[in-house]
């Protein structure tokens, strides 16, 4: 693979602040960490131009050096966008078409960063955010339609809130032949212990998670999906989803809605542990969203295989996983970015992988993943309406 800064990228932002995606991404490629290169990282395009869609309304970042713009941690209101495209000389552009053509009246640009996570947007009746993410997509693409030629685009995190529009994405990039590639950090920075030998007959998983039934129930989601898709016969689907939420997520575990031995393996790899007694623990969370700690959403899969998500906020600030093999065979671990984590450093493995694809036009994974988890977390998100209710869900068919 030839090293070339000559890659022209574009970076399609909702929101540029310290500790945003678009900051833990795409600051990364104009600056690289030193700790990056541990995770497989280092910059062999250029960022030529950069849309963002939200400005923060403080500029004080604009006063201090550039040292020191990390120092605050996750900051939403400081603006970020402006002094790095100063900084780094990227042009910063008013709207996507112009990002693509450099100003031009063609696409001028050799693969697209879409990074529609964060900012200020809304959530609707079933707590997902509607994060403009296919709309930034058509926009790109009809710079694609108009130019008579496409580049590899990779979307940060699921495609989009609503399902209909992420087969629709998916349609369009296989239409117009790009490289697409979507998902998040998480896949790229998890491994299970012991390693799950391939093609594995895998009967059960139980993973758990912080945070938000959706924001982080599809890191969640995606990195089960990417030990479980492995198994013997791929990724048939999924047929049906139950969703349980507060006391009912416990009464549902005693049931038997998922194995409680998988359960305790998962949580026993977990190293941020709030201290006291789980229950109470999630009761006082700050919820996130109005779902509140905890939720658990159990997805039967069409071989057979069962696979739970349980949201653990307020006593874990981990991702865990915990798989079955059909021999007895136990593999299990925490996510482990965050034992050497300097400015998000799993970051630069997603970084990594993005950039090969841009310049091989081979993503790392099926975008069939990425299609399956969005359309998963949307219906467990509408599953949460009718907790306990078993869903049936032939839209989940997605198999590869």
Known sequence: MTATNDFKIAAICTAYYPASHADVIVSRWLEPHPADAAWGWQPRTRIASLYVAQFQPDQSLDDLPKSQWRTFGYKPGLELARPTAREFDVPLFDTIRAALTLGSDRLAVDGVLLIGEHGDYPRNDYGQILYPRKEFFDQIVAVFRESGRSVPVFCDKHLSWNMAWAQEMVETARELGFPFMAGSSVPYSMRLQPPLPPGADIVEGVALYYVGSEVYGFHSLEAMQTFVETRDGGEAGIVAITAYKGDDVWAAMDDGAWSRDLFDAALATCADVTPGDIRENCKRASPYDRHGSPTAFVLEHADGL?????????????????????????????????????????????????????????????????????????????????????????????AY
């Open 306 to 398: 069962r696979t739970a998500h349980v949201l653990l906020d307020g006593h874990i600030h981990d991702f865990a996983l915990a798989v079955r093999e059909r021999n007895g065979a136990v593999h299990a671990n925490r996510w482990e970015a965050g034992d050497s984590d300097v400015f998000y450093a799993h970051f630069a493995a997603l970084d990594a992988k993005i950039q090969d694809m841009f310049l091989t036009s081979q993503p790392p994974a099926p975008i069939e993943r990425t299609l399956l988890t969005t359309m998963t977390i949307a219906s467990c998100m509408h599953a949460l309406d009718t907790p306990g209710v078993r869903i049936e869900t032939p839209h989940l068919g997605v």
